[in-house]
T-cell receptor, first 113, second 114 residues
Framework: ETGVTQSPTHLIKTRGQQVTLRCSSQ?????VSWYQQALGQGPQFIFQYYREEENGRGNFPPRFSGLQFPNYSSELNVNALELDDSALYLC????????????FGSGTQLSVL | AQSVSQHNHHVILSEAASLELGCNYS??????LFWYVQYPGQHLQLLLK??????LVKGIKGFEAEFIKSKFSFNLRKPSVQWSDTAEYFC????????????FGAGTRLFVKA
């Protein structure tokens, strides 16, 4: 176990809807990164939060947004869902923003119909 | 843009065979390099990492990787694989480009026949 928990484990939405995914970081970690992993591909970096501020972003549109809370838990929000957003969403926490070691959760499987 | 390429998507080996998985990255600045592994039914976990110093790094379970800066490569090796090494292996690069980013390759699925 990594100490990183994600909820929900599975989710089904329809196109155009909005979704919020949640992540609880490992104790003592102040940095969280979110990834999208499509079937058969590697994790694609969405963004990273460090002490409640976004400090790195991948090539994802603005409808992908996030929050990190004072207790370092985190949310990923996706608006106006598209079919291609169907994927496994992974949260990873680390001790600091250098990401010397990422601790991954088991992910949320999102299906958009 | 920063990217990571893994040469093999699927590898099948017999037990005791030697393993080498290729990884190349495209970024000219200072990078930190990683191999992560995902065993069936488990989370992604760190196998080994290179930050600085000796370019030959050793990780868990007998794995090692060599950083060759001139080739932008960080290949993973193991002299003799075991059935329990069956997993998916991801190469990753971390750099500070407009913020901190850890970028992963597409992964290599390794199946070791007993």
């Amino acid at each position: 176990e990594t100490g990183v928990t994600q909820s929900p484990t599975h989710l089904i939405k329809t196109r155009g809807q909005q979704v919020t995914l949640r992540c609880s970081s490992q104790s003592g970690h102040n940095t969280v990164s979110w990834y999208q992993q499509a079937l058969g591909q590697g994790p694609q970096f969405i963004f990273q939060y460090y002490r409640e501020e976004e400090n790195g972003r991948g090539n994802f549109p603005p409808r992908f947004s996030g929050l990190q809370f004072p207790n370092y838990s985190s949310e990923l929000n996706v608006n106006a869902l598209e079919l291609d957003d169907s994927a496994l969403y992974l949260c990873a926490s680390s001790f600091d923003r250098s990401n010397e070691k990422l601790f991954f959760g088991s992910g949320t499987q999102l299906s958009v119909l | 843009a920063q990217s990571v390429s893994q040469h093999n998507h699927h590898v099948i080996l017999s037990e005791a065979a030697s393993l080498e998985l290729g990884c190349n990255y495209s970024y000219g600045g200072t990078v930190n390099l990683f191999w992560y592994v995902q065993y069936p039914g488990q989370h992604l976990q760190l196998l080994l990492k290179y930050f600085s110093g000796d370019p030959l790094v050793k990780g868990i379970k007998g794995f090692e990787a060599e950083f060759i800066k001139s080739k932008f490569s960080f290949n993973l090796r193991k002299p003799s694989v075991q059935w329990s090494d069956t997993a998916e292996y991801f190469c990753a690069v971390n750099a500070r480009i407009g913020g901190f980013k850890t970028i992963f390759g597409a992964g290599t699925r390794l199946f070791v026949k007993a």
